[in-house]
Each structure stands twice: as structure tokens, then as C-alpha cells.
């Protein structure tokens, strides 16, 4: 679960069509979990452990869609971002008393793509759903979003 802010722009275009654009800091798009690997050197056993999440995210959108109803659009995402991410590597080998962990932060740009749908409940209140594919140079997610939007 994350939470964030978004600023954003967008307008109906010829009747049906709508262009906008947004810009968006959340606390995080994931936690990536755990992955664990043992085996044996020299007759030590050893295990290793890779935990990755994200930390801070910023981002830029354009948003696609088409006005199904007055109260209803349908939308498509494109946008780049840059996330902060935090990895922890632990080594252990219980049998010679020996462990360790590792801590690093790293900064990565990121694309998002997705489809979404924005419902107007009120003049300025509208509930959002979305799924984004989110696709850096060293992993790839999914991530699906309710939201809150309030207009002006």
C-alpha cells in the first residue's frame, strides 16, 4: 500500500477525446520481497538473502481517454519516473558464526504504462482505478491503484 499526491491538467477534445497530463510523488510503488539462495563452500553451508523495495517516487504522465458517459472516462497512461529504492543483502554461515548485512540505496528512472477508469461521483470528487505496468532496466512490475481525485 502507498500513498501519494497528484497534480494534473487534462481536457475534453472535440466531444469525446481527453489529453492530460499529471505529475505524482508517492511513498512507494513496492516491495519487490525476498529472494533467498544456500548452498555450500568447502564444506560451510551459507545462505544469502536480496530484499529490494522502493522508496520515494516521482512521476510524469500523459493520460489518453474517451468520455464513455458524462460521468465516466476510460483512459490509457504513459509516463517516466524516477524512484528511490532501498536493497538489503545478508550472507550467513551459522557454522563459522558469520553474518553480515548490507544496506544501499539507489536512484533508477522507470516507464509506466497503463489503462484506467475515472468515475465522477460529484461536480469535484471522481474515484479512480487503475493497473500500470511499470518497467525499469533491471525489473518490471504491476501495480493496481484506487484513488481519489478532487477538481477545481
Known amino acids: 500500500m502507498n500513498f501519494g499526491v497528484q497534480l494534473g491538467y487534462g481536457a475534453t477534445l472535440g466531444g469525446n477525446f481527453y489529453l492530460g497530463a499529471e505529475i505524482g510523488l508517492r511513498n512507494s510503488i513496492g516491495d519487490f520481497g525476498d529472494k533467498t539462495s544456500t548452498g555450500e563452500i568447502n564444506g560451510v553451508a551459507y545462505s544469502e538473502k536480496i530484499s529490494a523495495k522502493t522508496t520515494t517516487t516521482k512521476m510524469f504522465s500523459i493520460l489518453l481517454g474517451f468520455v464513455v458517459s458524462p460521468n465516466a472516462l476510460i483512459y490509457a497512461r504513459l509516463g517516466k519516473g524516477n524512484a528511490d529504492s532501498?536493497?538489503?543483502?545478508?550472507?550467513?554461515?551459522?557454522?563459522?558464526?558469520?553474518?553480515?548485512?548490507?544496506?544501499?540505496?539507489?536512484?533508477?528512472?522507470?516507464?509506466?504504462?497503463?489503462?484506467?477508469?475515472?468515475?465522477?461521483?460529484?461536480?469535484?470528487?471522481s474515484v479512480k482505478v487503475e493497473a500500470n505496468k511499470i518497467s525499469a532496466d533491471d525489473a518490471d512490475g504491476t501495480s493496481f491503484n484506487v484513488g481519489v481525485n478532487y477538481r477545481f
Open 86 to 125: 532501498e536493497v538489503t543483502y545478508t550472507q550467513n554461515a551459522p557454522s563459522i558464526n558469520f553474518s553480515e548485512t548490507e544496506k544501499s540505496t539507489n536512484d533508477g528512472d522507470f516507464t509506466i504504462y497503463g489503462l484506467g477508469l475515472d468515475y465522477l461521483m460529484t461536480k469535484n470528487l
